[in-house]
């Protein structure tokens, strides 16, 4: 399972929503709030690049593997 950090990512930033955010990395609203709820399926490169970048964090700041243990 991939867990994403983008939500923590913008409140620390003091981003209080997801349409906010998306304005802000001017990507559409439907990928960043999959992805602030950890629901995303596959994720289109550009945006891990636009969150990485306006954050300043690596891959692995932005996602953590943690192992399922169902599988």
Not at 10 to 25: D, F, N, T, V, W
Not at 26 to 43: A, F, Q, T
Not at 44 to 59: A, G, H, M, N, R
Request: hydrophobic share 40%; glycine share 4%.
């Amino acid at each position: 399972m991939i867990e994403f950090k983008l939500k923590q990512l913008a409140e620390e930033k003091g981003i209080s929503g997801i349409r906010e955010l998306s304005r802000i990395l001017e990507h559409d609203y439907k990928s960043v709030r999959l992805m602030w709820l950890g629901e995303i399926k596959r994720v289109p490169t550009d945006l891990i690049e636009k969150v990485c970048s306006y954050f300043d964090v690596t891959i692995n700041e932005l996602m953590e593997f943690k192992k399922d243990e169902n599988i």
